[in-house]
């Protein structure tokens, strides 16, 4: 066994990858003393996303939920009402709907891309309407980066005249024939979440095309403090805000977002050529399609293992061969509808996304994993496939 496959340090899932520049940023948040909440960090790092965006407007806030919690609340979500949600997804998309005290209402997940299905979000939508409940509000995922069908979404929710909350939180630098996850819906949301793409630590960001959203957004974000000498408060406010220091790392971190997709788009192309070569063994994997047109940043890489084309192997075999060498991957989310603490809320589908949690797996996919670290992801998933290895592995 060679040297580097006996290094036995942790391989993470996904971990921060900081590129240097971040520290500059910092430096200067702390010799002007900006270390109050708000200061030109977070101006400069709001308007460094509006172009890599393309436009639109941005808020710069203390995390992805904070974003959906302050669109539900501009877009008058409140007690009572509903809300389409995907299944497949991270709780934090459904939660800030019953912080409304409204129910979320949950949509399968459609083969193509392995997001909400545009068919059963309209059925839910009938469905609702018939029992006097039109949605309030509708909040689709791109889920581990990797765009929904937001042309179907789009046009079926101007249909019916219901807004868009497009969760972007894992697909920051995704798109559509051009266009940026995030700017599809009347609000978009994106996470700078320690094991996002880039990350501020913690740290979220609120986007729309319409100014006074987000306007509307940073007052409330801010404790919805009045314009006044005094603290005047006529409204209910929210400690949202994203520091000066977060955001300083932030601008850091725009300036590596390419090399940061092109690394986990690199990871992608490896583990298929890996599992690519077991196939004339008779082990068969899926990863998560990319329709024509489609561009993820593959924040993960995610495989689909179905143990009746792979000798019996699962999704948890591979998962605990892995984290026998110190490797984490992880199960794909348990749909929300399966979670214990929505049990009560309605369900629109045909179990698609309940195979996906039972078979999917999400493998090591930071963008700082080098050559070692495939030897050694390789090496492990070997003993359980017997067989398979890549001849060429990214730069180190």
Same mark, same amino acid.
């Given at each position: 066994?060679?040297?580097?496959?006996?290094?036995?340090?942790?391989? &993470? $899932?996904?971990?921060?990858?900081?590129?240097?520049?971040?520290?500059?940023?910092?430096?200067?948040?702390?010799?002007?003393? &900006?270390?109050?909440?708000?200061?030109?960090?977070?101006?400069?790092?709001?308007?460094?996303?509006?172009?890599?965006?393309?436009?639109?407007?941005?808020? *710069?806030?203390?995390? @992805?939920?904070?974003?959906?919690?302050?669109?539900?609340?501009?877009?008058?979500?409140?007690?009572?009402?509903?809300?389409?949600?995907?299944?497949?997804?991270?709780?934090?998309?459904?939660?800030?709907?019953?912080?409304?005290?409204?129910?979320?209402?949950?949509?399968?997940?459609?083969?193509?891309? &392995?997001?909400?299905?545009?068919?059963?979000?309209?059925?839910?939508?009938?469905?609702?309407?018939?029992?006097?409940?039109?949605?309030?509000?509708?909040?689709?995922?791109?889920?581990?980066?990797?765009?929904?069908?937001?042309?179907?979404?789009?046009?079926?929710?101007?249909?019916?005249?219901?807004?868009?909350?497009?969760?972007?939180?894992?697909?920051?630098?995704?798109?559509?024939?051009?266009?940026?996850?995030?700017?599809? @819906?009347?609000?978009?949301?994106?996470?700078?979440?320690?094991?996002?793409?880039?990350?501020?630590?913690?740290?979220?960001?609120?986007?729309?095309?319409?100014? *006074?959203?987000?306007?509307?957004?940073?007052? $409330?974000?801010?404790?919805?403090?009045?314009?006044?000498?005094?603290?005047?408060?006529?409204?209910?406010?929210?400690?949202?805000?994203?520091?000066?220091?977060? *955001?300083?790392?932030?601008?850091?971190?725009?300036?590596?977002?390419?090399?940061?997709?092109?690394?986990?788009?690199?990871?992608? %192309?490896?583990?298929?050529?890996?599992?690519?070569?077991?196939?004339?063994?008779?082990?068969?994997? %899926? =990863?998560?399609?990319?329709?024509?047109?489609?561009?993820?940043?593959?924040?993960?890489?995610?495989?689909?293992?179905?143990?009746?084309?792979?000798?019996?192997?699962?999704?948890?075999?591979?998962? $605990?061969?892995?984290? *026998?060498?110190?490797? %984490?991957?992880?199960?794909?989310?348990?749909?929300?509808?399966?979670?214990?603490? =929505?049990?009560?809320?309605?369900?629109?589908?045909?179990?698609?996304?309940?195979?996906?949690?039972?078979?999917?797996?999400?493998?090591?996919?930071?963008?700082?994993?080098?050559?070692?670290?495939?030897?050694?992801?390789?090496?492990?998933?070997?003993?359980?496939?017997?067989? @398979?290895?890549?001849?060429?592995?990214?730069?180190?």
């Amino acid at each position: 066994m060679s040297a580097r496959i006996m290094n036995t340090s942790r391989i &993470w $899932l996904s971990c921060p990858h900081m590129g240097g520049g971040e520290m500059d940023f910092v430096r200067d948040a702390f010799s002007s003393n &900006w270390i109050a909440p708000l200061g030109p960090h977070v101006d400069g790092f709001e308007a460094d996303l509006q172009q890599y965006l393309g436009g639109g407007h941005v808020a *710069a806030v203390s995390s @992805g939920t904070a974003a959906i919690h302050l669109a539900l609340i501009i877009l008058g979500v409140k007690q009572g009402d509903e809300v389409i949600c995907q299944s497949m997804t991270f709780s934090a998309s459904a939660n800030p709907v019953v912080y409304q005290n409204a129910t979320p209402v949950f949509v399968d997940s459609e083969k193509d891309t &392995w997001n909400m299905c545009p068919r059963f979000m309209e059925e839910a939508i009938q469905n609702r309407i018939r029992k006097g409940k039109k949605p309030a509000a509708i909040i689709p995922v791109h889920l581990y980066g990797m765009p929904a069908r937001m042309d179907r979404i789009m046009e079926i929710a101007g249909r019916y005249d219901i807004p868009v909350i497009e969760d972007a939180a894992e697909a920051l630098g995704s798109g559509i024939m051009g266009r940026m996850c995030g700017t599809f @819906g009347q609000f978009g949301i994106l996470s700078f979440n320690g094991n996002k793409i880039i990350t501020t630590s913690g740290g979220g960001a609120l986007l729309s095309g319409s100014s *006074a959203m987000v306007q509307k957004a940073r007052f $409330l974000a801010t404790q919805a403090r009045d314009y006044a000498p005094h603290y005047q408060h006529s409204e209910t406010g929210y400690n949202y805000r994203m520091s000066n220091i977060l *955001a300083a790392i932030g601008r850091g971190q725009m300036q590596v977002l390419g090399q940061r997709i092109a690394a986990r788009r690199a990871n992608y %192309e490896l583990y298929r050529e890996y599992f690519s070569s077991l196939e004339d063994s008779g082990f068969h994997v %899926e =990863f998560q399609p990319e329709p024509e047109g489609w561009h993820s940043n593959r924040w993960l890489t995610i495989i689909t293992v179905n143990p009746d084309r792979n000798r019996g192997i699962t999704r948890e075999k591979i998962r $605990l061969a892995l984290e *026998a060498e110190n490797i %984490e991957s992880r199960p794909l989310w348990k749909p929300m509808h399966l979670q214990p603490v =929505f049990s009560g809320a309605p369900f629109y589908g045909n179990g698609n996304s309940d195979t996906l949690f039972a078979n999917g797996l999400c493998l090591p996919s930071g963008s700082n994993l080098n050559n070692d670290d495939f030897e050694r992801i390789f090496s492990a998933l070997g003993k359980i496939f017997k067989k @398979g290895r890549i001849q060429k592995l990214q730069p180190a």
